[in-house]
């Protein structure tokens, strides 16, 4: 995936937006048709280190992978003291170590030796990169240096094997403690995970210094990865507590803690060992929950908070439930202690240690939501564009093409509603200020734009109006509607045509007893004692005071209401709190579509 780059001031483009985040959490996997998603490419799964074709070849305990440019995968078999490559053509070939199996037939003694890559010796390889020129490197636990094959060769690149320390200088005194994993920039700098030390960086010629974080030390750091290069090259170090960041080229750097969970306070995952897509997406191995995980970073000012979601492997309230061997979907595959990560051709490539295998996973569409910055699709007139505007809302239970824009695309094509395709793009802002609307209007947007949809609830309406709650006072409603009119004058200079989709919170919606009690259970919602006269009270003003501009609306609220009294309701909400549930989000792309397939004048 390419890096996501900021946009130059361009003028007015499109939107402001009229809603604030209440809460925010993290999207959810993305659906795709495939009954294989989740793929054994190398391994038995049982013990050993027999080489052959790929599926009956045998592995101990694989624990990192790195794959070169002509799809090579190359594993660190950690426990068999030895470095193994997966070809393309289907065959695992042992390429380093040595070493006979021990009497338990689990493990390999490790030790120390350079020279002809077959009969070298290493003591618990657990890290790997491929240098500028193609030379592998891989770092060991127990003889704490860092070697390097090349041409079938094994020597010391730096440190002194069997010599811990932490020293720091030229290649021939630099001391490593415990490294682990390793990442090169585009320069040929190595960086280096070392445990109870933090993130070493070698230089081409070997010389090494520490890299100093002033958010946090990075002590403990395990992992480590780097994307965004050249523009952004952001450095993310995984510990077992906290990820830290820093960009390479200004130096900034902070720290986000791992263990009170992502938006929402949803589960953010041990992070183990990471992979880079661009300078804010990664994906990364979850060994305590034995699953595949993605993460996006927060961006300033719009997009202040990270989450993580579940791409492959159970989802499980006990995390070691999870853990199993299964291919199959995403979410129906199964990893037991996966640790290492890379990632090629919307394709993730896992060292699934406890199942002594190499798994392949075919990645989901991500879309990224936009917010000051460019997501991965860029604008351009060969499609029909679309702004969906929101809070966190717009995107909540989605990666992809199942979040409310992929649908609203699919709805639209499929029923020919434009003569161009239908190209939805995902805006998100958190707790946006008119402040922060202008500044994304004036400086940030650009490009070819048709149809801004501006989501708007209950909740969210409240939170505009702080000292009218609910805002059904005249002052109110008239600020609302001077509001909207400057937005509509402003798009329409444009060409641009603007819709209120009038959405429902779980506590807009119902006044069933049950739907009650399964959101104050959750501890996430303050209900009123009668829904539909806030509903009533607040929001049939609110939507009427635009209706004469004219302004296109969709409300949408008497269709949750009728889809809650319908038997054995679908649930429309995500669990524990009030953002929309996968079916949620595609009830209001199915809505949204239907109004606009109906609305001529749009």
Known sequence: MSAVSGFAARGLCAVLVFSACASSGPPATAAVASDQQVRTIAGSGRP??????????????????????????????????????????????????????????????????????????????????IGPGGSLYISERLNACIRKLDHGVVSTFVGKCDERGTADGAQAVARFKDPRALVFDRAGVLYVADYGVGVRVVTPAGAVSTLKFRSSGAQEAWGLTIGGEPADPTLVVSTPREIDIMHLLTHQDQVIGTTTGAEGDRIFGNVNQLVALDHREFLFTDIKASNIRYLRLPVEPFATTVYTQTIAGGEAERNIDNAGYANGSRTSARFFVPRGIAEANGNAYIADAGNRRIREVSLPHFRVPESGFADTTPYDTSHYQILYIGASWVFWDALGDDSICGRLESELDAAHRFAKPVRCHTVRMDAASLGQMEDYLDNYLQGHVDLVVVNVNLSEARSLFPNSNPPSNAAAIEKFHDNIAALKQKLAKSGIKLVLLWNNAADDVSSSENYWEREEGAGKVDLPVDLSDSYTLATRPMIESVAALPVFEVDTYPDFQRAERERDPAVLFGTGDSHMSPRGSAYIAQLLARYIIGEKSI
Do not use: H, M, W
Request: proline share 6%; charged share 15%.
């Open 48 to 129: 050993g280190f027999t080489d052959g074709p790929a599926l009956s070849a045998t592995f101990l305990l694989p624990t990192a992978i790195v794959r070169a440019a002509d799809g090579t995968l190359y594993v660190a078999d950690e426990a068999a003291q030895r470095i193994r490559e997966v070809r393309p053509d289907g065959s695992v070939t042992t390429i380093a170590g040595s070493g006979a199996l021990a009497p338990d037939g689990l493990s390999v003694k490790g030790g120390f030796a350079n020279g002809s890559a077959l009969s070298a010796k290493f003591s618990r390889p657990n890290g790997l990169a």
